[in-house]
């Protein structure tokens, strides 16, 4: 399905970034996974095989962003890098808040910049940005995590108008409380600051979706997988929520 392509996965070294990386390699692509944490994307690049790419990049630097493009032209760009603090808006540090706009949608900015030539180029490409369901809807304690994935939204949406006549394809991936360790980090957070038990914290993030479970890493990685197909070629600037139900625009 994807013979022939190279795709670069960034925050590839662990969850949904993992997942997406290993189904592409599965499915015929080469796969470069970059992530400021070495050891993380070597392991991950070590699981797909030789051909392989482990990167080490930090998505807010545009040096470093630029360096990695410099020396990769992918067809499929998947955004994934990110990450999720919570905090009350009064206790959101300016260092929190910026913290989530450099990583989540500066990061996903600068990425989706430095890919685009080449895509454009060929008349081919994909752009996948993992934003979340807290991209359509606001919850309390996540104002800078909201913040920053309505921005991924907004920038998918525009962008994709910008290329649609090109060949390339600009979507968002949606997804509610995925079965990874960022979630793990939630229950302990739950845990400490509620007094609940691991299994109660758990049971109640089960709870926010009508399936009443977590979503898979594995259903992320096959909603990317068809978006950067042939096939998924009429999808277009849409945030795509793959939640069990509980956001339901």
Known sequence: MLTGKTALITGGGRGIGRAIALTFAQHGARVAVAARTREQVETVAGEIGDDALALVCDVSNSANVAQMFAALKPDILVNNAGIAESATLPNTTDELWHRHLAIN?????????????????????????????????????????????????????????????????????????????????????????????????????????????????????????????EEGRGINGQGINIDGGSVLF
């Open 105 to 229: 949608l500066t990061g996903t900015f600068y990425c989706t910049r430095a890919a685009l030539p080449a895509m454009l180029e060929r008349g081919w490409g994909r752009i996948i940005n993992i934003a979340s369901i807290a991209a359509k809807a606001g919850a309390p304690y996540i104002s800078a995590y909201a913040a920053s994935k309505h921005g991924v939204l907004g920038l998918t949406r525009s962008v994709a108008l910008e290329v649609a006549t090109s060949g390339v394809t600009v979507n968002a991936i949606c997804p509610g409380y995925v079965d990874t360790e960022m979630v793990s980090r939630g229950v302990q957070q739950i845990t400490a600051k509620t007094g609940r038990s691991a299994e109660e914290a758990l049971e109640a993030l089960k709870r926010m979706s009508p399936q009443n479970r977590l979503v898979t890493a594995e259903e992320v990685a096959a909603l990317a997988l068809l978006l950067a197909s």
